[in-house]
T-cell receptor, first 112, second 113 residues
Framework: QKEVEQNSGPLSVPEGAIASLNCTYS??????FFWYRQYSGKSPELIMF????GDKEDGRFTAQLNKASQYVSLLIRDSQPSDSATYLC????????????FGAGTILRVKS | EAGVTQFPSHSVIEKGQTVTLRCDPI?????LYWYRRVMGKEIKFLLH????????ESGMPNNRFLAERTGGTYSTLKVQPAELEDSGVYFC???????????FGPGTRLTVT
């Protein structure tokens, strides 16, 4: 079992729709959770982080964390073609020290 | 504020040669990390500096890789001698002391032929 799992996609949504990206992790002691957006050939860009159970909203982005289910998600409202990218889920926890453990990423395509 | 910078952006070398990658973290960031992504795989941790000290080098593949961060500012990652399987994108990231939010540089794409 991979430490951080994501559906590779591609996930295709129409412009204006809600895109839902999901991530599960294996280490129950994980404490910090991050979503990075990566455009092709570019560096991963930190877009959201969440430490506590529940929802965290920032503009069109909402991160959701459920530690009991070991599940973290990213919702993108009013999806735009410019949101088309690979979204990487990363986890940090006691077992990992300060390093991030990444999933393979989900490709999102927003169609206009 | 300048972000994390890396040099070179691309490097193509032959098997057996030596390559040195450089990373300049965000000013004031004591934590510096190296990661690598090989084709089709996840980004994987290589090592972590706190200032000039190696905090965790558990991800370094073998002793052909040598990282330094003299003076606690920029860092270099040397691969000597390079092997074909070392090809990939090497990312550097930095964060402030006490923060888990890591900011990534643009990466160095290394191709070993």
């Amino acid at each position: 079992q991979k430490e951080v799992e994501q559906n590779s996609g591609p996930l295709s949504v129409p412009e204006g729709a809600i895109a839902s990206l999901n991530c599960t992790y294996s280490d129950r002691g994980s404490q910090s959770f991050f979503w990075y957006r990566q455009y092709s050939g570019k560096s991963p860009e930190l877009i959201m982080f969440i430490y506590s159970n529940g929802d965290k909203e920032d503009g069109r982005f909402t991160a959701q964390l459920n530690k009991a289910s070991q599940y973290v998600s990213l919702l993108i409202r009013d999806s735009q073609p410019s949101d088309s990218a690979t979204y990487l889920c990363a986890v940090e926890g006691v077992e990992y020290g300060n390093k991030l453990v990444f999933g393979a990423g989900t490709i999102l395509r927003v169609k206009s | 504020e300048a972000g994390v910078t890396q040099f070179p952006s691309h490097s193509v070398i032959e098997k057996g040669q030596t390559v040195t990658l450089r990373c300049d973290p965000i000013s004031g960031h004591d934590n510096l990390y190296w990661y690598r992504r090989v084709m089709g795989k996840e980004i994987k941790f290589l090592l972590h500096f706190v200032k000039e000290s190696k905090q965790d080098e558990s991800g370094m593949p073998n002793n052909r890789f040598l990282a330094e961060r003299t003076g606690g500012t920029y860092s270099t990652l040397k691969v000597q001698p390079a092997e074909l399987e070392d090809s990939g994108v090497y990312f550097c990231a930095s964060s402030q002391m006490g923060s888990y939010e890591q900011y990534f540089g643009p990466g160095t794409r290394l191709t070993v032929t």
